[in-house]
Each structure stands twice: as structure tokens, then as C-alpha cells.
Nanobody
């Protein structure tokens, strides 16, 4: 079993910064892609950023230049540094991690519990 524990988030004024963290624990042989998604009321969940084991990253166009995803493989943790936040960034943010529990297992996708990010204008 794998657990993802998110931290960070909260309320910030436009132009401010927040940092999200997501730590994976449990039965883990390896982790491939780690990412962040968000879902605003009435909208579908969308990919914000993701990072693969080698460090390559991918960002939603709306956050390029403002958000930075990073990972600490020793801690099985992924981070999302969010700068220059805008009201339209307001959403519940979820981490998403592809885990191989054992060397013979197929990768499985796990989701964090979600954390609210609210940006006031």
C-alpha cells in the first residue's frame, strides 16, 4: 500500500507565492512520473506540471515561468513552487505519482488527498 501526504496550500494574495509538497510512503520499489493536477469548481481536473525520474518536466501553458516542479528522490517527495499567483490559479491541487510497489509489479497511479489553493485579487 502507498500513501501520499500533501502539505502546503492556503490563501494568498495575487502576486504571492506558495509551495506544495507531496510525500509518498509505504511499499515502494521505484517511482517514475510525479505530478500535480488541479481542479477548480465546475472544471475538469487538469495537469499543472509533471516531472519524470530523469528530471524532465512538463508544464501547463498557463503556469510556465511561474511554477516550478521538483522532486527529491531520496525522500520520495515532489514539490510545486508557485510564484506570481493569479486568482485563476484558485483550485484544489492534487499530487499524482506513478509507483512500482515491487520490482515485479506494474506501475500504479496514486493520488494525494488534495489541498485548497485560493488566490485573492
Amino acid at each position: 500500500q502507498v500513501q501520499l501526504i500533501q502539505s502546503g496550500g492556503g490563501l494568498v494574495q495575487a502576486g504571492g507565492s506558495l509551495k506544495l509538497s507531496c510525500a509518498a510512503s509505504g511499499t515502494i520499489y521505484s517511482i517514475n512520473t510525479m505530478g500535480w493536477y488541479r481542479q477548480a469548481p465546475g472544471n475538469q481536473r487538469e495537469l499543472v506540471a509533471r516531472i519524470i525520474t530523469g528530471g524532465d518536466t512538463d508544464y501547463h501553458d498557463s503556469v510556465k515561468g511561474r511554477f516550478t516542479i521538483s522532486r527529491d528522490n531520496a525522500k520520495n517527495t515532489v514539490y510545486l513552487q508557485m510564484n506570481s499567483l493569479k486568482p485563476e490559479d484558485t483550485a484544489v491541487y492534487y499530487c499524482n505519482v506513478d509507483v512500482r510497489p515491487r520490482y515485479y509489479s506494474s506501475p500504479r497511479t496514486y493520488w494525494g488527498q488534495g489541498t485548497q489553493v485560493t488566490v485573492s485579487s
